[in-house]
């Protein structure tokens, strides 16, 4: 078996200031037989804000990952990112609600959910409320639009694609922020765009 030694690691983190984040990518017809891969990480953990504008050092745990070949055909790159968030959000919501349980019956306070995605055009159609032809990709935008406004989904942030670490199970040549999460448990994401919700 190659890599013994490598595994996860788990830090504390300070239950007063936890949240749940979802890394989110999906790549359109990247497979040998054209098929889309999509994947997403979930990371607990806690954020400060770093000496740069706009950027944020996660402290965090990989709770659950998923690299998956798309069962859906997909015709953009956004059906592919949506598939991949809608997964995400799914896995991640199941989580996040069973934590919140377990921290309400400890008097805890309850912990935000944060989606994290590198795609603009998704970034767009799940905040400023654009929109796709495709009926399937549709009704899978309006759940998470529905989530959004109900507060299941307390924020969805634009990052750069280059801190994604969900990207490096969706692409052929990754980038270095899945490593750095492994390894040190931390990673640093640069927003690009984001809401500030009342």
């Keep these: 078996m190659d890599n013994k030694e490598r595994g996860l690691n788990y830090i504390q983190l300070n239950p007063q200031d936890l949240r749940l984040y979802i890394f989110v990518d999906g790549s359109f017809a990247n497979n040998k037989d054209m098929s889309s891969q999509i994947g ?13 504008d706009n950027e944020l ?7 659950h990952w998923s690299p998956t070949k798309c069962k859906r055909v997909t015709r953009s790159v956004l059906a592919s990112e949506i598939y991949g968030m809608v997964q995400g959000f799914d896995i991640g919501y199941v989580i996040h609600r ?3 349980i377990s921290l309400e019956r400890l008097t805890l306070p309850r912990i ?5 995605t590198g795609s603009y055009s998704l970034y767009q159609c799940l905040v400023q409320m654009s929109s796709t ?3 399937r990709l549709m009704i899978d935008l309006m759940a998470l639009r529905q989530s959004y406004e109900n507060r299941e989904i307390d924020d969805i942030r634009w990052i750069q694609g280059s801190c994604n670490p969900a990207d490096a ?3 052929a040549t990754p980038n270095e922020a899945m ?6 448990n931390e990673v640093t994401i640069k927003l690009e765009g984001w809401v500030k919700r009342e």
Aim: hydrophobic letters at 40%; proline letters at 5%; one cysteine or more.
């Design 112 to 116: 935000p959910l944060v989606l994290c």
């Design 40 to 52: 997403y990480i979930v990371v607990l953990g806690n954020e400060r804000p770093t000496a740069q």
């Design 98 to 100: 069973t934590i919140n």
């Design 57 to 63: 050092q996660v402290n965090g745990n990989i709770i």
């Design 169 to 171: 199970m969706t692409k």
């Design 133 to 135: 032809n495709e009926k």
């Design 179 to 184: 490593r750095t999460l492994i390894e040190s």
